[in-house]
């Protein structure tokens, strides 16, 4: 397999490139006044970049105190399974333990079947003896 050559960039995608990134992986999306209030409420996102595209991003949300949620943890299809998840993880997971303080919570949800990609850096499936099921409403 041959090494796909990219940097990952700690910056935010344009709405374009957002929409792009999900359109990709079939994720929906909302209108762009809502994608953009979002993108730009980050805390933090990294980009994987090649050739001034953007081919995968993941991105950082919650309260700067001790809430945090990994989002849109997205690699273009035709570049998946070569590392570049893993690479955009484990920027998120440096930022974290540089950044956030002890007892803090940093959760994600797992699209169905990858689960197994976020338990290599420590997350766990729900329910377990302390802590319930994982809930959402989608609105």
């Not at 050559?5 to 809502?34: C, G, H, T």
């Not at 980009?47 to 690699?75: E, Q, T």
Request: glycine residues 6%; negative net charge; hydrophobic residues 40%.
């Amino acid at each position: 397999m041959d090494t796909i050559d990219y940097s990952l960039e700690e910056k935010l995608p344009s709405v374009e490139e957002y929409i792009y990134l999900r359109q990709s992986v079939n994720w929906p999306f909302p209108n762009k006044n809502a994608i953009e209030k979002s993108v730009n409420n980050s805390i933090y996102c990294v980009c994987a970049v090649k050739n001034d595209h953007i081919i995968g991003m993941s991105r950082l949300v919650g309260d700067h105190s001790f809430i945090y949620f990994i989002a849109d943890v997205i690699v273009l299809p035709e570049y998946q399974n070569q590392g570049i998840g893993t690479a955009l993880m484990k920027k998120i997971m440096s930022y974290l333990q540089e950044n956030v303080q002890d007892y803090s919570y940093v959760t994600l949800m797992s699209a169905k079947g990858k689960e197994a990609f976020y338990e290599k850096f420590g997350f766990f499936k729900r329910p377990t003896d302390k802590f319930g099921y994982g809930m959402m409403v989608e609105l």
